[in-house]
């Protein structure tokens, strides 16, 4: 089925769509000597590498344009009768660039010819657009390309999207962030070979579906003011171009590996350095299709093949508790611990166990009798305990004759290994003069099967609680280019992405059968139950270790315990036209994106065990002070559940639709003038469940749970459902674009442009799903929910539940559990206003500087934060005739119902049933059922960003190539941070008072005014001359070819978020605290954080005195950040040596050795700063571990000592 829809989509897109491209433009004027321009001239460009040739014509003024370029090596010719034939060779097309080459031509016969030999101008005439280019070769040589989780992301693998960590106005965060120009970070788009790869299932975890670093021929980023041809995207586009084959075949073989040996070990350390074991390897191969004797493909077809692995081997080697042998036939004696307490003159033994059976509704009355002995008799052992039981492991390693910590893992599930692989394929058919063919395919998976970041224990399957994690995309492309003309060019691609992950239930070991252990009443969901409280925190008697599959390892909430597949088919057609001075191209896009997820978490069964279960029911209600009485795993023996969970499947699927138009125009007003128009379309549809299974809470919904508004409802047109749409979709996203290039002279360029720019509309990004979950409680304290050998008899069997009163249950006040409010605006696209001006500089014949003023303005963007549906409004509070400035109001609404401190409120319910111990101000909500409802999709964050951008180029001669940047920029924002979920670095949006809109424009989480960064390359060339002699030949050998490599980057910090206020207005206004207020006059550090002239741990450094919580009822008057109130400044400091050895002219091998953070500086962590009120303390050894502006350097260090890694790559 999803084929077909694949085809059909296809077909569609073949027929209307358009796409965006990573192809380049070769342009310019063809004259003769006296400067008179030469209309029809033949213009052709031929690929050095694979001698494919591209045709036009110039027009009536002369002007030519070779278009859809593939990135290359190109030669271009011009033959017309009269003249020399003119040859340009040595011209690097990069991607999505477009280069002036004007061409003069010389009177003579075409016999005769004319050479030069210059590469493309690094000057951008003829376009406004601000972008910047990196080959996957110098990628390659740089030191940014480190393995593991901490340098490369979740998936470990070299990412290629470190090229942002290379450009200016961008921050980069492996799998968390990449900002771009202060938009909210992760809202950038990727296209690979035309068409969007960004992984809207988690738009941070860039690696899940990226391509391999050695596949890459380019990767282009397109920052501001790009042409209308480029759009749905925040934070730049990213356009991947791979590698193609060539005429002769060529390769490389690599092993990046890094060792514990290669690293520096902390100074806090004070052990063995952490072990290290990783590798990343890989080969690539391309060339022509040739099957001697059948087929030669030289200059017609081409291939190019690439495989990439990471291997990390971790183990485990913590021990963990297991049953010892009594235990395990129910004899706890030695559970006893010897502690007692007399409790209404009897007397409790610790780790002594009550018989549940002999308690209320039994024959002892209200209070349980004793197991004999404290063991359980062999006929009351549960058999589905036994049966799990079975599956337990028993004691081994040094600890084994203990109670606790009586386990260590050895074999197969003591590795938490991580591996993950990247294959991938391009073709390359000339079909015709006219028609050109390529394709390409990727799989990119990461196979984890027991994670620690997941939950690895050490168990074995299947209650290990290891949640693991399978992810696997295809990616599949297909581009196709036909000259209909000289002058017109048809482009034709369509793409497919299919996505697997973050998948955590559905599992290739997964294979559990619920009746294995006779457990009834939860479907066969292949995974194996959660099982948790076996033993009793604090006491070391033993017990039993959690099993099951962790719901919440690595990501919050486990957003895929099901398992995401995501299926995205695209498709494009453009048309170009040159005519005259002008170059019109017009186009459209469709994405069609689709989205299943079936959720697992509760549906497998999660199981809650307590020592509560065989303590004595005569305590119900009394304490046991300093002792803990019954027995968890004595509890689970007898199969009594203390409380739990069940859940029926889910099965979710979501889809959008995104569609595009564009059309635009370059016109060369002269030839030094080039002007850029165009106009661009975006139509994109909300996230939305295809049969309306996805739920919102609705404020003018009656819920029958309590008599008044506020409730569940599911959009539609089904029986059950709202008869409605939860939003509507914008339909007016209309981007104009203006460009301007101005060669000022030979050597300096203006450039500047304008534009409206729409980002993507919502993305699935780690979305939650409501179940149908029955909470499976006992009728008391001390009463079991069910046995297990009597399985669960309230197993819910229908999916969704359409009830709009399902929230809260009855009796209870909580928020609704697994959705939202979906905003009624959710449709809207986020809009950005660009624009830059700025001078480009030829300074020598391989260098270039710029300098440009870059700025925007953004709106719309996701704001969850700027919503609080159910917090107590001002014009609420003056309906009660209340005011939060009044101490005696404040006291009212802090105060219970029941309470006669609620004054006039005591004891007025807002409705039949609500729980007289909530207070007043939850009373007092508009929906008091619930406490707060967040917002979905609100489409109502502001973003300024202003910045001076300088860069300067080196392109590669004489061994050596590089490139500097320096930005000067101020970013703020209004309630958007970021799109989709960050892991770590930055902040989340900072909101005030929600209700006063106007005073939460903040200086951004991410903001850093001043960032300078050297990316540099160097190879030792060979010298000596012609000298034949051995002993010069043999210092030549020696010195030559020596690789050097180095990326600097120098950041100011980022801000450091002013303290919280501790005057509890959230707890009686209920939408969020506020922060302390800035004292005038007083400093706000009392060390300089940069300084490196103080002990971190016996020093506070920053000023408590600086603030002072605002009056009560009031929020503060302080910004969320100030610009001179920021953490310490943390470089960057990469650095790779090496040597290539050249065993002939095509076959080299290059080893290196590259270090992160190359000086080992010592970063501390940032300062305790979220409570101003906070007071320091102090340990034996007079460290600060506690208190406002103390750094506790007991807990490690913020940035990893040196690191290093082993790079060999063979290139023929």
């Given at each position: ?290 099957i001697p004797k059948v087929y030669d493909g030289h200059n017609k077809s081409f291939f190019f093949f690439n495989f990439e692995q990471f291997r990390e081997k971790v183990g485990l080697s913590t021990p963990l508790t297991v049953p010892t042998a009594a235990y395990r036939t129910g004899n706890f004696a030695t559970a006893l611990t010897g502690k007692s307490v007399t409790v209404n003159g009897k007397s409790y033994a610790e780790g002594s166990i009550f018989d549940p059976l002999s308690g209320p509704g039994g024959a002892n009355g209200n209070s349980r009798l004793p197991f004999v002995g404290n063991v359980i008799p062999k006929d009351r052992l549960d058999p589905v305990a036994l049966a799990i039981q079975g599956l337990i492991p028993n004691p081994q390693g040094a600890n084994a004759s203990q109670l606790a910590q009586n386990f260590t893992p050895t074999g197969p599930s003591a590795q938490a290994d991580r591996l993950t692989d990247i ?790």
């Open positions: 089925m999803r084929l077909t829809t694949f085809l059909l989509c296809l077909s569609t897109c073949v027929s209307v769509l358009f796409a965006q491209s990573d192809r380049s433009q070769i342009t310019g004027t063809v004259s003769d000597p006296a400067g008179a321009v030469i209309a029809n001239a033949p213009v052709q460009a031929r690929n050095i590498n694979t001698g494919l040739e591209y045709q036009t014509l110039s027009t009536a003024t002369g002007n030519y344009t070779l278009n859809e370029l593939p990135v290359g090596r190109y030669e271009v010719t011009v033959a017309v009768p009269g003249f020399k034939k003119y040859v340009r060779q040595g011209l690097d097309v990069l991607a999505a660039q477009t280069y002036r080459i004007d061409i003069g031509l010389e009177v003579g016969a075409t016999s005769d010819s004319v050479t030069v030999t210059e590469n493309t101008p690094l000057l951008k005439t003829e376009s406004g657009e601000l972008g910047h280019s990196v080959t996957g070769q110098a990628l390659n040589s740089l030191p940014v390309l480190g393995i593991g989780s901490g340098f490369a992301g979740n998936s470990g693998i070299r990412s290629a999207l470190a090229v942002t960590q290379l450009i200016p106005g961008a921050n980069y965060v492996g799998d968390n962030v990449v900002r771009v120009n202060g938009t909210p970070a992760n809202t950038e788009t990727v296209r690979v070979e035309g068409q969007d790869s960004t992984n809207y299932t988690w738009l941070a975890a860039v690696s899940q579906n990226q391509p391999s670093v050695d596949s890459i021929q380019e990767f282009a980023v397109q920052t501001s003011n790009f042409a209308a041809e480029y759009g749905k995207a925040g934070g730049g586009v990213f356009l991947v171009t791979m590698k193609s084959g060539s005429n002769q075949f060529h390769g490389t073989a690599y092993d990046y590996n890094v060792n514990e040996i290669y690293n520096a070990n902390t100074a806090l350390q004070g052990t063995a350095r952490p072990r290290a074991r990783r590798n990343d390897y890989g080969f690539t191969t391309g060339g022509p299709i040739w294959t991938s394929l391009k073709g390359d058919q000339n079909l015709t003069d006219k028609m050109k063919l390529s394709g390409f395919w990727s799989l990119t998976r990461t196979q984890s099967g027991t994670s620690t970041a997941l939950g690895a224990d050490g168990l074995p399957d299947p209650i290990s609680q290891a949640r693991a994690n399978y992810d696997w995309v295809n990616t599949i492309r297909l581009n196709y280019d036909y000259n209909v003309t000289p002058t017109m060019l048809l482009h034709i691609g369509a793409g497919y992405v299919d996505q697997h992950g973050p998948t955590s239930y559905i599992l290739p070991r997964n294979s559990f059968d619920p009746s294995s252990i006779g457990l009834t009443g939860i479907p066969k969901t292949g995974v194996f139950p959660q099982l948790t409280g076996l033993t009793v925190a604090g006491l070391s008697n033993g017990g039993m270790a959690n099993m099951g599959q962790a719901t919440a390892g690595g990501s919050p909430g486990c957003p895929a315990c099901g398992g995401i597949h995501s299926w995205r088919p695209s498709g494009n057609v453009s048309m170009t036209w040159i005519r005259n001075n002008h170059t019109y191209k017009i186009g459209a896009e469709a994405i069609i994106g689709n989205y299943s997820y079936g959720q697992q978490s509760t549906t497998r069964g999660l199981f809650a065990f307590s020592n509560q279960s065989t303590s004595d029911s005569a305590l119900s209600g009394l304490t046991t002070p300093g002792i803990t009485v019954g027995f968890p795993y004595a509890s689970f023996l007898l199969g009594a559940v203390n409380n739990g969970t069940v859940g029926a499947p889910t099965d979710q699927h979501l889809g959008e639709k995104a569609y595009s138009l564009f059309i635009q125009d370059t016109w060369k007003i002269t030839r030094k003038f080039t002007l850029d128009y165009g106009l661009r379309w975006d139509y994109q549809t909300y996230l939305r469940e295809g049969a309306g299974r996805m739920p919102s809470f609705s404020p003018t919904t009656l819920n029958p749970t309590i008599g008044r508004l506020g409730g569940t409802i599911f959009d539609g047109s089904l029986p059950g459902h709202c008869q409605c749409d939860f939003a509507s979709n914008y339909p007016y996203a209309i981007g104009p674009r203006l460009g301007a290039a101005y060669q000022i002279s030979s050597k300096t360029v203006l450039r500047a442009g304008i534009g409206l720019v729409y980002a993507k509309t919502a993305a699935y990004d780690n979305l939650t799903v409501i179940g149908n979950d029955v909470a499976l409680n006992g009728p008391g304290q001390f009463i079991p929910a069910f046995y297990l050998k009597n399985g669960i008899t309230n197993e819910p069997t229908t999916w969704p539940n359409l009830n709009p009163g399902q929230f809260p249950a009855p009796g209870t006040v909580g928020a609704p559990t697994g959705y939202a409010a979906i905003d009624p605006n959710a449709g809207r696209p986020a809009r950005q206003l660009q624009w830059s001006i700025g001078l480009q500089r030829e300074l020598q014949k391989n260098l270039v500087i710029e300098a440009t003023y870059v700025g925007n303005r953004g709106a719309w963007w996701l704001a969850p934060s700027m919503v609080a549906y159910n917090a107590l409004t001002p014009s609420l509070l003056a309906h009660y005739g209340l005011d939060p400035t009044n101490a005696a109001d404040e006291k009212i609404l802090g105060s219970p119902l029941s309470s006669v401190n609620a004054g006039r409120f005591q004891n007025a319910l807002p409705y039949a049933g609500f729980p007289a111990s909530q207070t007043v101000a939850q009373s007092l909500r508009p929906f008091p059922q619930f406490t707060a409802i967040g917002g979905m999709y609100a489409p109502l964050g502001d973003t300024w960003y202003n910045s001076l951008q300088v860069k300067a180029t080196k392109r590669l001669s004489h061994g050596f190539d590089g490139s500097y940047s320096f930005t000067w920029q101020k970013s703020e924002t209004i309630g958007a941070e970021a799109s989709g979920l960050i892991v770590s670095g930055g902040s989340p949006a900072q909101v005030n008072d929600v209700f006063n809109r106007s005073t939460n424009k903040y200086l951004s989480g991410f903001d850093q005014p001043l960032v300078s960064q050297i990316a540099l390359n160097y190879q030792v060339p060979k010298w000596g001359g012609d000298r034949k002699s051995l002993g010069f030949r043999t210092l030549s050998w020696l010195g030559r070819d020596w690789t050097l490599g180095t990326f600097l980057s120098y950041r100011s910090g980022t801000p450091i978020r002013v303290p919280g206020a501790n005057s509890n207005l959230n707890n009686y206004l209920l939408q969020g605290a506020s922060f302390a207020n800035r004292v005038p006059g007083q400093p706000l550090f009392l060390a300089d954080l940069n300084c490196h002239c103080f002990d971190p741990s016996k020093t506070l450094v920053l000023n408590k005195n600086a603030w002072q919580d605002p009056a009560a009822g009031q929020f503060g008057s302080s910004a969320a950040y100030y610009g001179d109130y920021r953490f310490q400044r943390r470089p960057a400091e990469n650095f790779n040596i090496g040597r290539t050895f050249r065993f002939t002219e095509r076959v080299s091998f290059n080893v290196r050795a590259e270090f992160n953070n190359m000086f080992n500086r010592l970063e501390m962590p940032n300062p305790s700063s979220t409570n101003a009120a906070t007071g320091a303390g102090v340990d034996s050894l007079g460290r600060y571990n506690a208190g406002f502006g103390s750094i506790l350097t007991t807990t490690g260090t913020f940035s990893l000592p040196r690191q290093g890694q082993l790079v060999g790559r063979i290139t023929f």
